[in-house]
C-alpha cells in the first residue's frame, strides 16, 4: 500500500459518500425495466424445489449455487422483481466498495476514489445489478478474491481461508471464475521472486477450491454424457 496525504481525510469522505449515492441510484433506476428473458428463465427455476432447481440449472450447463441462494432468499422476500434483483443490486454495491478499497489498499487514496467512481458509473456493473442472475455476484467475488489474494501474498495467513472460501462460493455460482483464478497463479509465477510464500504453495492453495468442487464437476459431467 502507498500512503496519499494529497487529499484530506474529509474530502474523501464527501467523494466516497458521493460515490455509493450514485451507485445506488443507477442501479435503482436500472431495475425499473421490466424483466426479460434470462430473468424469466430464473423465475422458472425459483418455483422449483430445491432439488429441482439443484438438478436443472446443471442440466442447463449452469453451476447451482446462485440459484439456490436466490430461491432461498425469495422464498421470504417473495418473487417480485425487487425481491429477485435485490442481492445483484448489494453485490453491485459491494463490488464498488471493493473497486475503491483496492485501490486504496493498493495505491492511495486518489487511486481508491478513481477506481470507485469508475466501478460506480460501469455500465456493465449497473446492468448486471440490476438483472437476476449471477454476474454481479461473480463480479464482487472476483474483485473479493483479488484483494484476498494481495493481502495472502503479503503474509496475511488468514486471508487465505477467506480466498478459499470466496473462489468456493463463486466456483459454485460460475465456473468462469476459474479465470481469476488463473490470473492469480500468472502473477504468482511472474513474482515469484518477491512473494513471502513458496510458489507451489500458493499454486496449491489456488487449486484447493477446485478439489473440493470437483465431486460437483464430475457429476456434472456424467448429467451431460
Request: aromatic content about 12%; overall charge positive; charged content about 15%.
Amino acid at each position: 500500500p502507498m500512503p496519499d496525504s494529497a487529499i484530506s481525510s474529509k474530502t474523501e469522505r464527501l467523494a466516497v459518500a458521493a460515490m455509493f449515492l450514485a451507485a445506488a441510484v443507477l442501479i435503482a433506476l436500472a431495475m425499473r425495466k421490466p424483466l426479460w428473458n434470462n430473468e424469466f428463465i430464473t423465475l422458472d427455476t425459483l418455483r422449483l424445489s430445491y432439488s429441482g432447481a439443484f438438478h436443472e440449472r446443471l442440466s442447463k450447463n449452469h453451476m447451482p449455487g446462485y440459484f439456490l441462494l436466490l430461491k432461498a432468499w425469495t422464498d421470504i422476500a417473495g418473487t417480485s422483481e425487487l425481491a429477485m434483483r435485490f442481492l445483484s443490486g448489494l453485490c453491485g454495491l459491494g463490488a464498488v466498495a471493493l473497486a475503491w478499497g483496492l485501490g486504496r489498499w493498493a495505491w492511495g487514496a486518489r487511486a481508491g476514489l478513481a477506481a470507485g467512481w469508475i466501478a460506480a458509473v460501469n455500465q456493465y456493473i449497473l446492468e448486471s445489478s440490476s438483472q437476476a442472475r449471477m454476474y454481479s455476484a461473480l463480479e464482487f467475488f472476483v474483485l473479493l478474491s483479488m484483494l484476498l489474494y494481495l493481502l495472502a501474498l503479503r503474509g496475511e495467513r488468514r486471508a487465505w481461508i477467506g480466498h478459499f472460501l470466496t473462489s468456493l462460493a463463486a466456483l459454485s455460482f460460475h465456473l468462469l471464475f476459474g479465470m481469476a483464478l488463473l490470473v492469480q497463479a500468472l502473477h504468482s509465477l511472474a513474482l515469484r521472486r518477491r512473494i513471502q510464500a513458496r510458489l507451489w504453495k500458493v499454486w496449491a492453495l489456488l487449486l484447493a477450491p477446485w478439489a473440493v468442487i470437483s465431486p460437483l464437476l464430475i457429476y456434472w459431467l456424467r448429467m451431460q454424457y
